[in-house]
């Protein structure tokens, strides 16, 4: 997960790929694609040995994590697995995806897929609800492009305070269900 910055030159003959993370930038608005599109076909024989089966979605509830205009993560704070269901629950009622943090993942509270950070997925939806996240520097690349940040953590030195828009001081216990009768 580099963060290489190079000045490339290379001959005007040759052919040259790059790659970019899709939340890196905003979508174009319609009719604002200047870019020529050249469309080619591949000429390529099968191989033999390997075959396309399908395509299936991940097949949980809610918006997609990548894809979310709204995203509730929760972190190691939460305590257990059981107490996770706070996140889900208050992710329901916004309309929001649900991510985590990697101590949450690592914890056994949520399955990998629902990580976010450097290590997991590159999320830039227009509000991300940190909660009982500490803000390590991995988790937050992973957050870099989101809107409006708020955090909700007891420790009001927490590094997610740094970056939040929004933040609450406080157990998140009593603060999401207080959240939840504002809803």
Excluded: M, W
Excluded at 50 to 60: A, E, H, K, P
Excluded at 76 to 90: Q, T, W, Y
Aim: hydrophobic share 45%; glycine share 12%.
């Amino acid at each position: 997960a580099g963060n290489a910055i190079v000045t490339v030159k290379a001959p005007a003959d040759s052919i040259v790929v790059a790659t970019i993370r899709g939340a890196s930038f905003s979508a174009t608005a319609e009719g604002n694609d200047s870019a020529e599109v050249e469309s080619r076909s591949a000429q390529a024989a099968d191989p033999g040995h390997t075959r396309y089966i399908g395509l299936q979605s991940g097949g949980g509830e809610g918006p997609d994590l990548q894809t979310a205009d709204r995203v509730v993560s929760g972190g190691r704070a939460l305590g257990s697995a059981e107490k996770f269901e706070l996140i889900f629950n208050f992710a329901k009622k916004l309309g929001a995806a649900v991510g985590a943090s990697r101590a949450a993942v690592d914890a056994g509270y949520v399955p990998n897929e629902l990580q976010v950070g450097q290590t997991g997925k590159i999320i830039a939806p227009e509000l991300y609800f940190a909660i009982g996240i500490s803000g390590a520097i991995q988790h937050l690349t992973g957050i870099k492009d989101a809107g409006t940040i708020v955090a909700i953590n007891k420790d009001a030195e927490a590094p997610i305070f740094e970056i939040a828009d929004y933040g609450l001081v406080g157990d998140l216990f009593q603060l999401i269900p207080e959240l939840e009768q504002l809803l």
